[in-house]
């Protein structure tokens, strides 16, 4: 193959040509225009023939100019093409998503064998983490996160809105020897288990239209994971608030029952977020239209188990 002129030197030729000014081709390349006709000689010199007709206020391409003008143009159309297209799908073959270990285990990994068998060329790699993502020293592709969705410079987009449950084992109720509780106050003559940070007891039954309860906050175990929180519960350990999708396995079999029927219907919601410049990706777009879908079966599956918890207490 023969040498390739410089490169610098086609980019300035092609400039030229295609503004046929030294001056426009100049500023577009923040260059002086000396540089450019000095790029432009160059590259005259070193090909044995005139690329332009250079007058006074004139630059007109010769017939060699403008059949090499043609292949040189296109060859710098089909190099950004290329660029954009890589840059818009780095990594296409693997999607890292990072999402709170409870939400993962119980509901995102069971889900996966459908997300794969629609999307067999990307390849899935799950983190697990409460914390902010930091998609760009953590190689982090989406996050799932639960909260308000307001993450400044990230587009976000709401799964599912899940409803927050008190629940216990049956044998908790049994050992307590008072009456099953009726309503939110009742649950105060149980021991109550805690999230992490110890808020969401005192906003359910600000909820709910219980009062002052600091004292409520500041007693019983906390977790700072929901799947500890329900297995601390099946354990007989106290009354948990959970997610009712994550508690539904242990409902379902009896090992968990709901204390009340009245759930709450957060503000909270679970969000997929990503950073707006990497949005559109095509990987990160199939990961996002599945998991959308899912999350609709999700709030209309909570609507159901809300419905039958309703009929089913007395």
């Known amino acids: 193959m023969p040498a390739l002129p410089p490169l610098n030197a086609l980019r300035a030729f092609e400039a030229a040509a295609r503004h046929l000014s030294m001056k426009e081709a100049a500023n577009e390349l923040s260059v002086t225009p000396g540089a450019v006709s000095q790029l432009v000689r160059g590259l005259e010199e070193r090909l044995g023939m005139q690329l332009f007709r250079r007058g006074n206020r004139s630059l007109v391409l010769t017939e060699a100019g403008q059949s090499y003008f043609a292949p040189v143009r296109h060859a710098f159309r089909q190099i950004s093409e290329a660029t954009r297209r890589l840059r818009a799908q780095p990594d296409a073959g693997v999607l890292t998503v990072s999402a709170p270990p409870a939400f993962a285990a119980s509901w995102l990994v069971p889900l996966l064998g459908r997300f794969r068998a ?29 909260g308000l969705g307001r993450y400044p410079g990230l587009r976000c987009d709401r799964i599912a809105t899940i409803a927050m449950v008190p629940v216990c084992s049956k044998e908790l109720l049994a ?5 099953r509780p009726r309503q939110p106050t009742d649950l105060l003559r149980l021991p109550l288990l805690h999230d992490g940070e110890r808020q969401d ?25 929901q799947t500890l929180l329900i297995r601390a519960a099946t354990s007989h350990q106290g009354v948990a608030l ?42 990160i777009v199939a990961f996002r239209e599945w998991l959308l879908v899912e999350g609709r079966s999700i709030n209309r599956n909570a609507r ?7 009929r089913r207490t007395p």
């Not at 409460?130 to 639960?146: E, I, K, P, Q, T």
């Not at 050992?175 to 009456?179: C, F, K, R, S, V």
């Open 118 to 146: 629609r999307h067999a060329d990307i390849e899935l790699n799950i983190t697990t983490t409460r914390g902010l993502a930091n998609f760009a020293a953590d190689g982090v592709d989406v996050a799932v996160r639960h």
């Open 175 to 179: 050992m307590q020897g008072n009456p």
């Open 201 to 225: 007891w005192a906003l359910w039954f600000q909820a709910h239209g219980v009062g002052d309860l600091g004292h409520v906050a500041s007693s019983g175990i906390s977790f700072d994971d």
């Open 242 to 283: 959970v997610s009712e999708p994550l508690a539904r396995p242990e409902l379902e079999q009896g090992r968990l029952v709901r204390v009340l029927s009245a759930g709450w219907p957060q503000e909270f919601s679970y969000w997929l977020a990503c950073p707006r410049a990497t949005a559109e990706q095509p990987k």
């Open 304 to 310: 159901r188990a809300k419905q039958a918890a309703r």
